[in-house]
Structures are given as structure tokens and as C-alpha cells.
């Protein structure tokens, strides 16, 4: 089965930026009938939360209100990558940052079966 490795998290202070990067490793083809990757987060003691989704094959990005002008997601299908650009970063961002994937056009936790292990986002303030 294909792994997707996150990358790029740490302890930032509020205002600075910081890029998580998803890359997609083993059975790689699995990927081939992905319709969306996305990120989640999920902060200590919430419920995991859509933060931001691009489509695989077409053109599309979707983003949480939360973070809409402060984020960007794109991706590389030639490298099984996809990356997400924080920017102006606030200390209600923390949280535990998950990539995943998902062969559904869908925004939802439960329509995901492909995730990372996680990668801890800190905002001091």
C-alpha cells in the first residue's frame, strides 16, 4: 500500500511562515485513481479538521475558511508530492498536520483512506 510521509512542521512564532510537504512512497500507484489529496489538522482535544484539498488529476484547490489567504496548496503528480504554504501563521493553527488521499472529490475525514503519520505545526504567540 502507498505511505504518504509529511514534512516540514515545527515552532514558529506568530506571523512567521512555514511549508509542509507530503510525499507519496511504496505502492505508488495507488495514487493513480486518487481523485483529491488534502491536509487535516487536529489540534489536542478537537475533532480532525479539513484545512485543504487539491484535486490530483484536475484543476481545483479548496481551502478552509480558517485559513483561506493565508494558505496554498499545490501538488507534483510526477513526484507523488504535495505541499501546503502557511503563511501570517496564528497560534490557533497548532495542531497536528495530516496529508491524505482519497479516491472520492470530497472534503471529508471519512472519505480519506490514505493518511500520513502527522507532522506537529506550533505557534507561539
Known amino acids: 500500500q502507498v505511505q504518504l510521509v509529511e514534512s516540514g512542521g515545527g515552532l514558529v512564532q506568530a506571523g512567521d511562515s512555514l511549508k509542509l510537504s507530503c510525499a507519496a512512497a511504496?505502492?505508488?500507484?495507488?495514487?493513480?485513481?486518487?481523485?483529491?489529496m488534502a491536509w487535516f489538522r487536529q489540534a489536542p482535544g478537537k475533532e480532525r479538521e479539513f484545512v485543504a484539498a487539491?484535486?490530483?488529476?484536475?484543476?481545483?484547490?479548496y481551502y478552509a475558511d480558517s485559513v483561506k489567504g493565508r494558505c496554498t496548496i499545490s501538488r507534483d503528480n510526477a513526484k507523488n508530492t504535495v505541499s501546503l504554504q502557511m503563511n501570517s501563521l496564528k497560534p490557533e493553527d497548532t495542531a497536528v498536520y495530516y496529508c491524505?488521499?482519497?479516491?472520492?472529490?470530497?472534503?471529508?475525514?471519512?472519505?480519506?483512506?490514505?493518511w500520513g503519520q502527522g507532522t506537529q505545526v506550533t505557534v507561539a504567540s
Open positions: 491524505a488521499g482519497s479516491k472520492f472529490n470530497s472534503l471529508l475525514v471519512a472519505s480519506y483512506d490514505y
Open positions: 487539491i484535486r490530483w488529476t484536475e484543476l481545483g484547490t
Open positions: 511504496g505502492r505508488t500507484y495507488d495514487t493513480y485513481d486518487w481523485q483529491m
